[in-house]
T-cell receptor, first 114, second 112 residues
Framework: DTEVTQTPKHLVMGMTNKKSLKCEQHMGHRAMYWYKQKAKKPPELMFVYSYEKLSINESVPSRFSPECPNSSLLNLHLHALQPEDSALYLC?????????????FGQGTRLTVV | DAKTTQPNSMESNEEEPVHLPCNHSTISGTDYIHWYRQLPSQGPEYVIHGLTSNVNNRMASLAIAEDRKSSTLILHRATLRDAAVYYCILRETAGSNYKLTFGKGTLLTVNP
C-alpha cells in the first residue's frame, strides 16, 4: 500500500467554524508533512512531523493547528479561518532519516472558506 | 533554502523526447536533486532523484552536470499523460530534519 489518504476531498466552512482535515498512511513512514497550495502556485510547506513530534513549523498562523496522534495519522485542525486560507491542502509522508527518500502525497483537500 | 530555477513552460509533441532543465547553482554537497510532477487536480508525484551520477527508472532519466549546478529530466517518449507541472527540488537538511521545498516548476504541454 503506497497510498496517502486525505479526507474530506472537499470542505466548505464559515469563518467561525472549527473543522479538521485528516491524513492517513500505512507505509510505516515516520515523517509526515502538511502543504498548502494556492491556484497556479507551487505547494508551500506548513508543518513537518518526525516520529510524531512537530519538527518544523514554517511560521504558520495559529488558526492552523496540526496534530499527529500516532505514526499513521496526521490531522490539521482549522479554526477562525479567513477567505484567503482557501486552498488545496496536501499531506505527504516519507521514510525518516535520509535525503534520498521519496515523499508520497495525497490527493489533497480542497478547502473553501466563506 | 536552496533554490532551483526552471523555465516557466515547455512544449513537446507526443512520442518525442523531452528535456526539462533545472539550475541549482547554490546546491551543497549533501543536497539530493529530486523531481516531482503534478498532474491537473492531483497531488504531486515522485519522478526520480539523484546525487551525483545519472539515474534511470521506469518513468524518466536524470542527467546531473559534473559540477552539480544543473540537471536535466529526460522523458524519453512523451505521452499526453505526461502533461503536468514538473518540479525540480533540492531535498535538504534543516537541522535534523529533511525539507522538500518546491520551486515554481515547469508546465509541460504535450501536443498530439
Amino acid at each position: 500500500d503506497t497510498e496517502v489518504t486525505q479526507t474530506p476531498k472537499h470542505l466548505v466552512m464559515g469563518m467561525t467554524n472549527k473543522k479538521s482535515l485528516k491524513c492517513e498512511q500505512h507505509m510505516g513512514h515516520r515523517a509526515m508533512y502538511w502543504y498548502k497550495q494556492k491556484a497556479k502556485k507551487p505547494p508551500e510547506l506548513m508543518f513537518v512531523y518526525s516520529y510524531e513530534k512537530l519538527s518544523i513549523n514554517e511560521s504558520v498562523p495559529s488558526r492552523f493547528s496540526p496534530e499527529c496522534p500516532n505514526s499513521s495519522l496526521l490531522n490539521l485542525h482549522l479554526h477562525a479561518l479567513q477567505p484567503e486560507d482557501s486552498a488545496l491542502y496536501l499531506c505527504a509522508s516519507s521514510q525518516e532519516g535520509g535525503l534520498s527518500t521519496e515523499a508520497f502525497f495525497g490527493q489533497g483537500t480542497r478547502l473553501t472558506v466563506v | 533554502d536552496a533554490k532551483t530555477t526552471q523555465p516557466n513552460s515547455m512544449e513537446s509533441n507526443e512520442e518525442e523526447p523531452v528535456h526539462l532543465p533545472c539550475n541549482h547553482s547554490t546546491i551543497s554537497g549533501t543536497d539530493y536533486i529530486h523531481w516531482y510532477r503534478q498532474l491537473p487536480s492531483q497531488g504531486p508525484e515522485y519522478v526520480i532523484h539523484g546525487l551525483t551520477s545519472n539515474v534511470n527508472n521506469r518513468m524518466a532519466s536524470l542527467a546531473i552536470a559534473e559540477d552539480r549546478k544543473s540537471s536535466t529530466l529526460i522523458l524519453h517518449r512523451a505521452t499526453l499523460r505526461d502533461a503536468a507541472v514538473y518540479y525540480c527540488i533540492l531535498r535538504e537538511t534543516a537541522g535534523s530534519n529533511y525539507k522538500l521545498t518546491f520551486g515554481k516548476g515547469t508546465l509541460l504541454t504535450v501536443n498530439p
